[in-house]
């Protein structure tokens, strides 16, 4: 998502992902994990070749956002989903963040939708 809202080869995603970043920060309910953020800066940085100080602005944005730290117990955590259920490791950091932080909705293209994860509904915004 956070991706998406500063890609401009895909116009009708990058409207998606702003909008439903929008509404969720409107709304207090959009939470994100330092796994998140930290995929979000390398692929600004390699792929969208975004420059610092607008990366800056947007990580000003997303940490008005629950931020859910990765800590001992949440890695640990993600280490068991990905062995009980096959799940890349990093997906599963995400997946046990949004668990911790009590979400019902995971917002993902990366899993299966439908999928639930520690009772985490997975939605693929762009399907």
Do not use: W
């Amino acid at each position: 998502m956070l991706v998406y809202a500063d890609a401009g080869d895909e116009p009708a995603r990058q409207r998606q992902a702003l909008d439903l970043i929008l509404a969720h920060r409107e709304a207090g309910t959009g939470v994100v994990s330092t796994q998140v953020l930290q995929e979000f800066v390398n692929v600004a940085l390699r792929k969208l070749r975004l420059p610092a100080p607008l990366i800056r602005e947007r990580l000003a944005v997303y940490s008005r956002f629950d931020v859910v730290p990765a800590s001992p117990a949440l890695i640990e955590a993600a280490l068991d989903l990905h062995v009980l259920r096959g799940v890349s490791f990093y997906d599963a950091l995400i997946a046990q963040a949004a668990v911790v932080s009590g979400c019902e909705v995971l917002l993902s293209e990366d899993f299966q939708t439908g999928t639930s994860l520690g009772g985490v509904r997975v939605v693929n915004p762009f399907a």
